[in-house]
């Protein structure tokens, strides 16, 4: 059940896109739990994911700019998920 910190991130992966098993996601909490380091990198890459999200509204034309609130909204959450 051990799990290497590579397959942890390739799990961490395939997660954000909700491709992960039940089984995987157990795996990668409880290698988590233990690695600090893998927990930043999971924090860190649901940040990119979120920031990519609102990029790609932007791309579509959805919205053309993001308003002083947004701005705030958004940095707040980057400085909160940052802290951990």
């Known amino acids: 059940m051990k799990l290497s910190c590579d397959e942890a991130t390739k799990i961490c992966d395939k997660n ?7 089984w995987e996601k157990i795996k990668l909490s409880i290698h988590i ?10 924090r860190q890459n649901s940040i990119m994911t979120q920031c990519y999200e609102k990029h790609k ?5 959805k919205k ?3 308003n ?3 701005k705030a909204h958004l940095n ?9």
């Open 64 to 66: 053309t700019y993001l």
């Open 33 to 42: 739990f233990l690695c600090k380091k893998c927990g930043l990198y999971s």
């Open 16 to 22: 954000q896109y909700g491709e992960g098993s039940l």
């Open 57 to 61: 509204i932007v791309v579509n034309g």
């Open 76 to 84: 707040k959450e980057v400085r909160e998920k940052i802290k951990g």
């Open 68 to 70: 002083k609130e947004d």
